[in-house]
C-alpha cells in the first residue's frame, strides 16, 4: 500500500522592484510577475502602474500593515491548493522595512517553498554609493518615535543605515548630530533612482544647513548612512580581557563569539585576536 502522497503546494515569490526608476527591473522578475496567480502589493495601485507598463494583466490582492495577518491567511490557502504567488512592496525588496515577512514566514511552517527574485534595495543601493570602507554595517531602518533613544543602542565602530520620511528627516538628522558629535560623517541619499536624486556626503555638523540649502531638499524618499564611529580604547582593552579569560576553557571561535556578545566589539575582529593568541 503506498503512502498517501503529499498536498502539492504552489511557491511564495519574494520579488524585488524599482524604488523609482522602472527600468531597474529584472527580466526574471518581470518573468516571475506575469507568470503568477496572484500578486501580493503592498499598495495594488502603485503595484499595477509597473504590472501596465509591461503588460501583466494578473489578479493582485492588498497586503500591507493594516491587513497582514487575514490577507496572509488568504493567501496561503491560495498556496495550499497549488497557486503561485508573488510578493511585492510599492518598492525595494518586501520585508526589509516594509510588509511581507509574516507570509514568508508562514509558508516556511507550512512547508511551502519560497524563492527570492533579488534586485532592488534602497539600503544596499545607498550603501553602494557612500564609500564608507567597512567589514560590515547595520541596518536599522525607521527609526521610532523617540529616535534619542533608539540611537543609543547604535553605537559601535561600523556604517548605521537607516531609512526616513521627509517630515521627520530633519529631526532625525538633528537627534544624530547631538548624538555623535559634528565631525561623524553621514551620507544622505534621496530620491534614489528617481530624476531628483542626490546623494551627498559630508560631516554631521554640515547636515542641517545642507536639507535646509534648496526648496527641495526634505522631499521624498531617504536613506541616511552615518559613517562608522571611533571604536574606544578601553573597550577594546576590555573586550581582549574577556577573550583571554575565555580561550583559557574555549576554542577560538566560540571565545570571539561569546566576547563579542559581552562587549559589543565586532565577532572577526576577536577571532583574528583569538587566533593570532593561539600561536
Keep these: 500500500m503506498k503512502p498517501p502522497s503529499s498536498p502539492i503546494c504552489g511557491t511564495l515569490y519574494v520579488v524585488a522592484t524599482p524604488i ?3 527600468a531597474d527591473s529584472s527580466p ?28 501583466i494583466a494578473a489578479r493582485t490582492v492588498a497586503l500591507h500593515s493594516h ?31 516594509d510588509p511581507g515577512a509574516p507570509l514568508v514566514a508562514a509558508a516556511h511552517r507550512e512547508g511551502v517553498r519560497v524563492v527570492p527574485v533579488p534586485g532592488p534595495n534602497a539600503a544596499a543601493t545607498a550603501y553602494s554609493a557612500a564609500g564608507f570602507d567597512a567589514a560590515g554595517f547595520l541596518f536599522a531602518g525607521f527609526l ?8 543609543e543602542r547604535l553605537d559601535g565602530p561600523w556604517p548605521v543605515i537607516l531609512y526616513e520620511a521627509p517630515h521627520r528627516v530633519a529631526a532625525t538628522v538633528a537627534a544624530l548630530l547631538e548624538r555623535y558629535g559634528p565631525a561623524r560623517e553621514i551620507v544622505i541619499a534621496r530620491e ?41 580604547a578601553a573597550d577594546r582593552v ?6 583571554g579569560i575565555l580561550l583559557e576553557r574555549l576554542p577560538a ?27
Excluded at 521610532?144 to 540611537?151: G, I, M, S, T, Y
Design 238 to 243: 576590555e573586550a581582549e580581557r574577556v577573550l
Design 20 to 22: 523609482g526608476n522602472l
Design 144 to 151: 521610532p518615535a523617540n529616535a534619542k533613544k533608539a540611537l
Design 192 to 232: 534614489l533612482s528617481k530624476k531628483f536624486e542626490e546623494i551627498a556626503r559630508m560631516m554631521l555638523a554640515d547636515a542641517p544647513a545642507w536639507l535646509a540649502g534648496g526648496p527641495h531638499r526634505q522631499e521624498g524618499e531617504f536613506v541616511l548612512v552615518l559613517g562608522p564611529g571611533e571604536e574606544k
Design 67 to 97: 491587513n497582514e495577518r487575514a490577507a496572509s491567511e488568504k493567501l496561503l490557502r491560495a498556496l495550499r491548493e497549488g497557486r503561485s504567488v508573488a510578493l511585492v512592496s510599492d518598492a525595494g525588496t518586501p520585508g526589509i522595512s
Design 28 to 55: 526574471r522578475s518581470i518573468e516571475i510577475l506575469r507568470a503568477a496567480d496572484i500578486v501580493a502589493c503592498e499598495d495594488t495601485r502603485t503595484s499595477r502602474t509597473l504590472l501596465a507598463r509591461h503588460g
Design 253 to 279: 571561535g566560540d571565545s570571539a563569539k561569546l566576547a563579542a556578545r559581552i562587549t559589543g566589539v565586532p565577532r572577526n575582529e576577536l577571532y583574528k585576536a583569538a587566533l593570532k593568541d593561539s600561536k
